[in-house]
């Protein structure tokens, strides 16, 4: 047993603990509480918490990183992207391979300790697995003119298998791309694909651009002008008419088991719909400024009562996979929303919708002892506030969780052992 003392503990499941402990036993926490505790390790002015989740990312992009400059329209940024990627042919080249290897090291040194991981290839799975780092990876979909979407998926299904199937902490699900890029049929066959697998989760990107809300309500714009660009559009499929949220939830496709990835367009109506079906949005506010589609609605989010987790999206639209700057960002949209639900939201509620709430997310006893120690002033009164105001890696250590770890003597002190 390991015992580690803190000036906080933050359980996310309760109020932060001043002079906290946390018990550790084989690498799951065996308890949490107040007060002395004779041999503990005494880590100093920091705050013991869960490591953050990141709920959206796409690791295999991490080689774009810079490679578009932020853009001022949507299209403008996602016509870039497509270029960009076209240069690169082969889908596990050692340029991607290297540079999604780094994210997931970046990553982890900024706190991060489990990922929603989308991507159009499987090449992050065995990455994350030698990496030892948590994830949930999205096999992600695109088709919008499909012949045979059921005959998609089995093949999709395929391959996640070939790729060792799902593995203890590393699970693969299947996800459509968004409701502008794929068919009705293929969006139906990929909630037929998550019913027959029920410890699956899906994800899809919702309500991101002004230019999506215009195709699915009129089936004009922007999108238009690229699905016909593509060869891709066909006649047979008909606008919607209502708002993205709507269409997807008339499709039967959003559910609790369903991530909503940004929704920044979401109006009222949408936002009581996602709550009502139990769906949780994922938020990327500095991403969503980067490419162009404008600031989301946090504090609605939060007002309307629906779930919020956040992430980073890829390093193609944002400037690290630090879910501290996220959290920062996010303060700065929502400042009538407590420090204290999003920190929730980066933890419990990224770790739920992502399938991984028994093991990840709070401190709980039972739970792996995924957790992290953050470097705090002492002159700090309300810590909450304080971890939501942007914190640099230099100022996080992974608590050991085998053996007993000596804090550094510059900035924490020891006083005991352990038992
Ligand atoms: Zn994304």
Same mark, same amino acid.
């Given at each position: 047993?390991?015992?580690?003392?803190?000036?906080?503990?933050?359980?996310?499941?309760?109020?932060?603990?001043?002079?906290?402990?946390?018990?550790?036993?084989?690498?799951?926490?065996?308890?949490?509480?107040?007060?002395?505790?004779?041999?503990?390790?005494?880590?100093?002015?920091?705050?013991?918490?869960?490591?953050?989740?990141?709920?959206? *990312?796409?690791?295999?992009?991490?080689? /774009? =990183?810079? #490679?578009?400059? +932020? !853009?001022?329209? %949507?299209?403008?940024?996602? &016509?870039?992207?497509?270029?960009?990627?076209?240069?690169?042919?082969?889908?596990?080249?050692?340029?991607?391979?290297?540079?999604?290897?780094?994210?997931?090291?970046?990553?982890?040194?900024?706190?991060?300790?489990?990922?929603?991981?989308?991507?159009? *290839?499987?090449?992050?799975?065995?990455? /994350? =697995?030698? #990496?030892?780092? +948590? !994830?949930?990876? %999205?096999?992600?979909?695109? &088709?919008?003119?499909?012949?045979?979407?059921?005959?998609?998926?089995?093949?999709?299904?395929?391959?996640?298998?070939?790729?060792?199937?799902?593995?203890?902490?590393?699970?693969?699900?299947?996800?459509?791309?968004?409701?502008?890029?794929?068919?009705?049929?293929?969006?139906?066959?990929?909630?037929?694909?998550?019913?027959?697998?029920?410890?699956?989760?899906?994800?899809?990107?919702? &309500?991101?651009?002004?230019?999506?809300?215009?195709?699915?309500?009129?089936?004009?714009?922007?999108?238009?002008?690229?699905?016909?660009?593509?060869?891709?559009?066909?006649?047979?499929?008909?606008?919607?008419?209502?708002?993205?949220?709507?269409?997807?939830?008339?499709?039967?496709?959003?559910?609790?088991?369903?991530?909503?990835?940004?929704?920044?367009?979401?109006?009222?109506?949408?936002?009581?719909?996602?709550?009502?079906?139990?769906?949780?949005?994922?938020?990327?506010?500095?991403?969503?400024?980067?490419?162009?589609?404008?600031?989301?609605?946090?504090?609605?989010?939060?007002?309307?009562?629906?779930?919020?987790?956040?992430?980073?999206?890829?390093?193609?639209?944002?400037?690290?996979?630090?879910?501290?700057?996220?959290?920062?960002?996010?303060?700065?949209?929502?400042?009538?929303?407590?420090?204290?639900?999003?920190?929730?939201?980066?933890?419990?509620?990224?770790?739920?919708?992502?399938?991984?709430?028994?093991?990840?997310?709070?401190?709980?006893?039972?739970?792996?002892?995924?957790?992290?120690?953050?470097?705090?002033?002492?002159?700090?009164?309300?810590?909450?506030?304080?971890?939501?105001?942007?914190?640099?890696?230099?100022?996080?250590?992974?608590?050991?969780?085998?053996?007993?770890?000596?804090?550094?003597?510059?900035?924490?002190?020891?006083?005991?052992?352990?038992?």
């Amino acid at each position: 047993m390991i015992w580690y003392r803190a000036s906080w503990v933050l359980p996310i499941e309760a109020p932060p603990i001043r002079d906290g402990w946390v018990a550790i036993e084989r690498g799951r926490i065996a308890g949490v509480g107040s007060g002395k505790r004779p041999g503990a390790i005494d880590l100093g002015h920091v705050a013991i918490l869960p490591a953050l989740v990141n709920a959206h *990312t796409h690791l295999e992009l991490s080689y /774009l =990183r810079g #490679a578009v400059p +932020p !853009a001022a329209r %949507f299209l403008d940024w996602i &016509g870039a992207i497509m270029a960009a990627r076209r240069r690169v042919r082969d889908t596990d080249d050692p340029v991607i391979l290297q540079a999604a290897r780094a994210g997931i090291e970046e990553a982890r040194a900024s706190g991060t300790g489990l990922v929603g991981d989308t991507g159009n *290839t499987l090449v992050t799975v065995p990455l /994350l =697995r030698d #990496a030892a780092m +948590p !994830a949930r990876v %999205f096999y992600e979909l695109l &088709g919008f003119n499909t012949d045979d979407p059921a005959g998609r998926v089995l093949e999709a299904r395929g391959h996640v298998d070939r790729t060792g199937g799902t593995g203890a902490d590393v699970r693969v699900s299947l996800a459509p791309h968004a409701p502008y890029s794929v068919s009705p049929g293929l969006f139906s066959a990929l909630r037929e694909d998550l019913d027959a697998h029920r410890g699956d989760v899906s994800s899809v990107h919702l &309500g991101e651009s002004p230019e999506e809300v215009e195709f699915i309500d009129r089936g004009t714009g922007g999108w238009r002008d690229v699905l016909t660009g593509l060869g891709v559009w066909t006649d047979a499929w008909q606008a919607p008419g209502v708002s993205p949220v709507r269409y997807l939830a008339d499709l039967g496709f959003l559910d609790s088991r369903v991530l909503a990835v940004h929704g920044v367009q979401c109006d009222g109506d949408d936002l009581s719909r996602l709550r009502a079906l139990g769906t949780t949005v994922v938020s990327c506010p500095r991403s969503n400024r980067y490419v162009g589609v404008g600031d989301p609605p946090i504090e609605a989010f939060y007002a309307m009562g629906v779930t919020v987790a956040f992430g980073t999206d890829s390093l193609a639209s944002v400037q690290d996979l630090n879910m501290f700057g996220e959290l920062a960002a996010a303060r700065r949209l929502a400042p009538r929303v407590s420090a204290r639900h999003l920190l929730e939201s980066a933890t419990r509620c990224g770790a739920r919708a992502l399938g991984f709430g028994e093991q990840f997310g709070s401190i709980e006893e039972g739970k792996q002892a995924a957790l992290i120690a953050v470097r705090v002033p002492e002159r700090v009164d309300d810590v909450e506030e304080y971890l939501v105001s942007g914190v640099e890696p230099a100022a996080i250590t992974w608590l050991d969780a085998e053996k007993p770890q000596i804090p550094n003597p510059k900035s924490q002190h020891h006083s005991g052992t352990t038992r």
